[in-house]
């Protein structure tokens, strides 16, 4: 994606910290920011607001199809990739009179310090596959709803309500993103991506300031996925809590089969993930008693020869015992072997055999391993990959934004000019995390060109050009 940006030469604020984005640690006030988003998200008693966004959607609907558009090109959809010059600022004004009672709830998030829904996930002893995120969906609405709160800003050159407002919005982004959950985080990536096609809008205004330092002074990461991350490692032995029982200590046959009988219930979210049959509890019983004879060869070789266990330890094992116990310490391997690299940076990874190949690799030791192996093979954490390659695309975006406000400073000091290079900047421009190095720039006759390492899907080239 290509962006045309006309940039006006701003220097360093004074003082240097003027301008802040996401409160500082100091002014950031205690409390649970997610009791302000729910309030923000849902309308409580408000019956009226309620009724009139609703019959607003219904007659865009219609509009639209008697239009023939698709719900990208109607009302208010259309509007979030319009820019503020653009924007039908007394419609849009009015559209968001629905909803201005969110704004103090919205301040009043940004401000706090933690996110936190309770969710006690050690606690819950239902389906975990199953569990349901309604608010999260809820609040991308509430990011659209502040982004058009913004260009409205920027439209009438309410510059300082601007700032707020995209401060609001990465606060939401990062808030959200700290969730519980890997797919909060990709919600939070999404609204920090909005925030950020915001700012290339802000930075482009005649009286933006520089942003500089505000940038600079953001957390890094912005989207902290530390605690979705430990879920999600976890999240086989939260769905399957009878896990931790799998261990060395031999039981009777007895106890297996009781076993079974409490495992089969837990099964049914998975029932597509360990190809079982669907909606017979009898059939899935029966699946599940032929695997395990099947597997028992291949899993006591495996005890044997990988995990070192004594050879007349396993003989004393039933057989579904050999079985399962095989089966989670291949898991836990190669649940390890993906989330470990979840603690580097994207830079030291994403080029690295190990860490490309990892899937390639857990595949062919799974085959390699035999049958036991089989329900883990058609289970791995690669998502968390994927979210990982997310997380490294909102911090690049927050990189381009911080070089975009030091090369207006660079401009502000030299006649209106582009730097030459990103080495000359009076400032230190920022580095891309897919590489490790500074973004890619190029000094052209009357323009620059500014971008990152590519990665599909996520290529931003931005050509930047001072206004005259």
């Known amino acids: 994606m290509t962006k045309q940006l006309v940039l006006h030469p701003a220097a360093e604020p004074q003082p240097a910290l003027k301008y802040h984005l996401i409160p500082r640690g100091f002014d950031a006030m205690p409390g649970n920011a997610a009791l302000y988003y729910l309030k923000a998200a849902g309308f409580l008693e408000q019956q009226g607001p309620r009724h009139s966004l609703s019959e607003f959607f219904s007659n865009a609907v219609k509009q639209a199809e008697a239009e023939g558009k698709t719900r990208d090109e109607m009302r208010p959809y259309v509007w979030l990739s319009t820019a503020p010059n653009d924007l039908p600022i007394d419609e849009v004004k009015a559209y968001l009179k629905f909803t201005n009672f969110q704004t103090g709830f919205l301040r009043e998030a940004a401000s706090r310090r933690h996110f936190d829904l309770n969710r006690n996930l050690k606690l819950i002893d239902d389906d975990m596959f199953g569990y349901l995120l309604p608010e999260i969906q809820n609040f991308r609405e509430l990011a659209r709803n502040q982004s058009l709160r913004c260009r409205v800003a920027i439209a009438e050159g309410r510059v300082d309500d601007a700032i707020e407002i995209l401060g609001q919005l990465f606060a939401m982004a990062r808030h959200i993103g700290s969730d519980d959950f890997l797919v909060s985080s990709l919600v939070g990536n999404s609204i920090a991506s909005i925030a950020w096609n915001d700012a290339l809008y802000l930075l482009q205004h005649a009286q933006a300031p520089n942003l500089y330092w505000a940038f600079a002074a953001m957390p890094t990461p912005l989207i902290d996925m530390e605690q979705a991350f430990d879920v999600e490692r976890e999240f086989m032995h939260l769905q399957l ?228």
């Open 241 to 468: 809590k009878m896990l931790a029982e799998i261990d060395e200590t031999p039981r009777s046959a007895g106890y297996w089969k009781d076993f079974v009988d409490r495992l089969l219930p837990k099964l049914r979210s998975l029932e597509v993930e360990f190809n079982l049959p669907t909606g017979d509890p009898n059939a899935i019983r029966a699946t599940i008693e032929k695997f395990i004879l099947d597997a028992y060869p291949s899993a006591k070789k495996y005890l044997v020869d990988e995990q070192k266990l004594k050879p007349e330890q396993v003989e004393k094992y039933p057989t579904a015992q050999a079985v399962f116990l095989a089966m989670v310490r291949f898991l836990d391997r190669w649940r390890d072997e993906y989330y470990k690299w979840t603690t580097l940076p994207y830079w030291q990874i994403r080029t690295n055999p190990a860490f490309v190949e990892l899937e390639k690799r857990m595949q062919t030791e799974a085959q390699s391993a035999g049958l036991f192996a089989k329900p883990v093979q058609s289970w791995s954490p690669s998502f968390s990959v994927a979210v990982k390659n997310a997380q490294a695309g909102c911090e690049r975006n927050i990189a381009m934004l911080r070089t975009i406000e030091a090369i207006r400073m660079y401009a502000a000091a030299h006649d209106s000019e582009l730097p030459p290079s990103l080495e000359v900047l009076d400032v230190p421009a920022a580095v891309d995390p897919f590489t490790g190095n500074l973004l890619q720039y190029e000094r052209k006759d009357d323009h620059a060109v500014l971008k990152g390492f590519p990665v599909p899907g996520m290529q931003h080239q931005l050509i930047l050009r001072i206004a005259k």
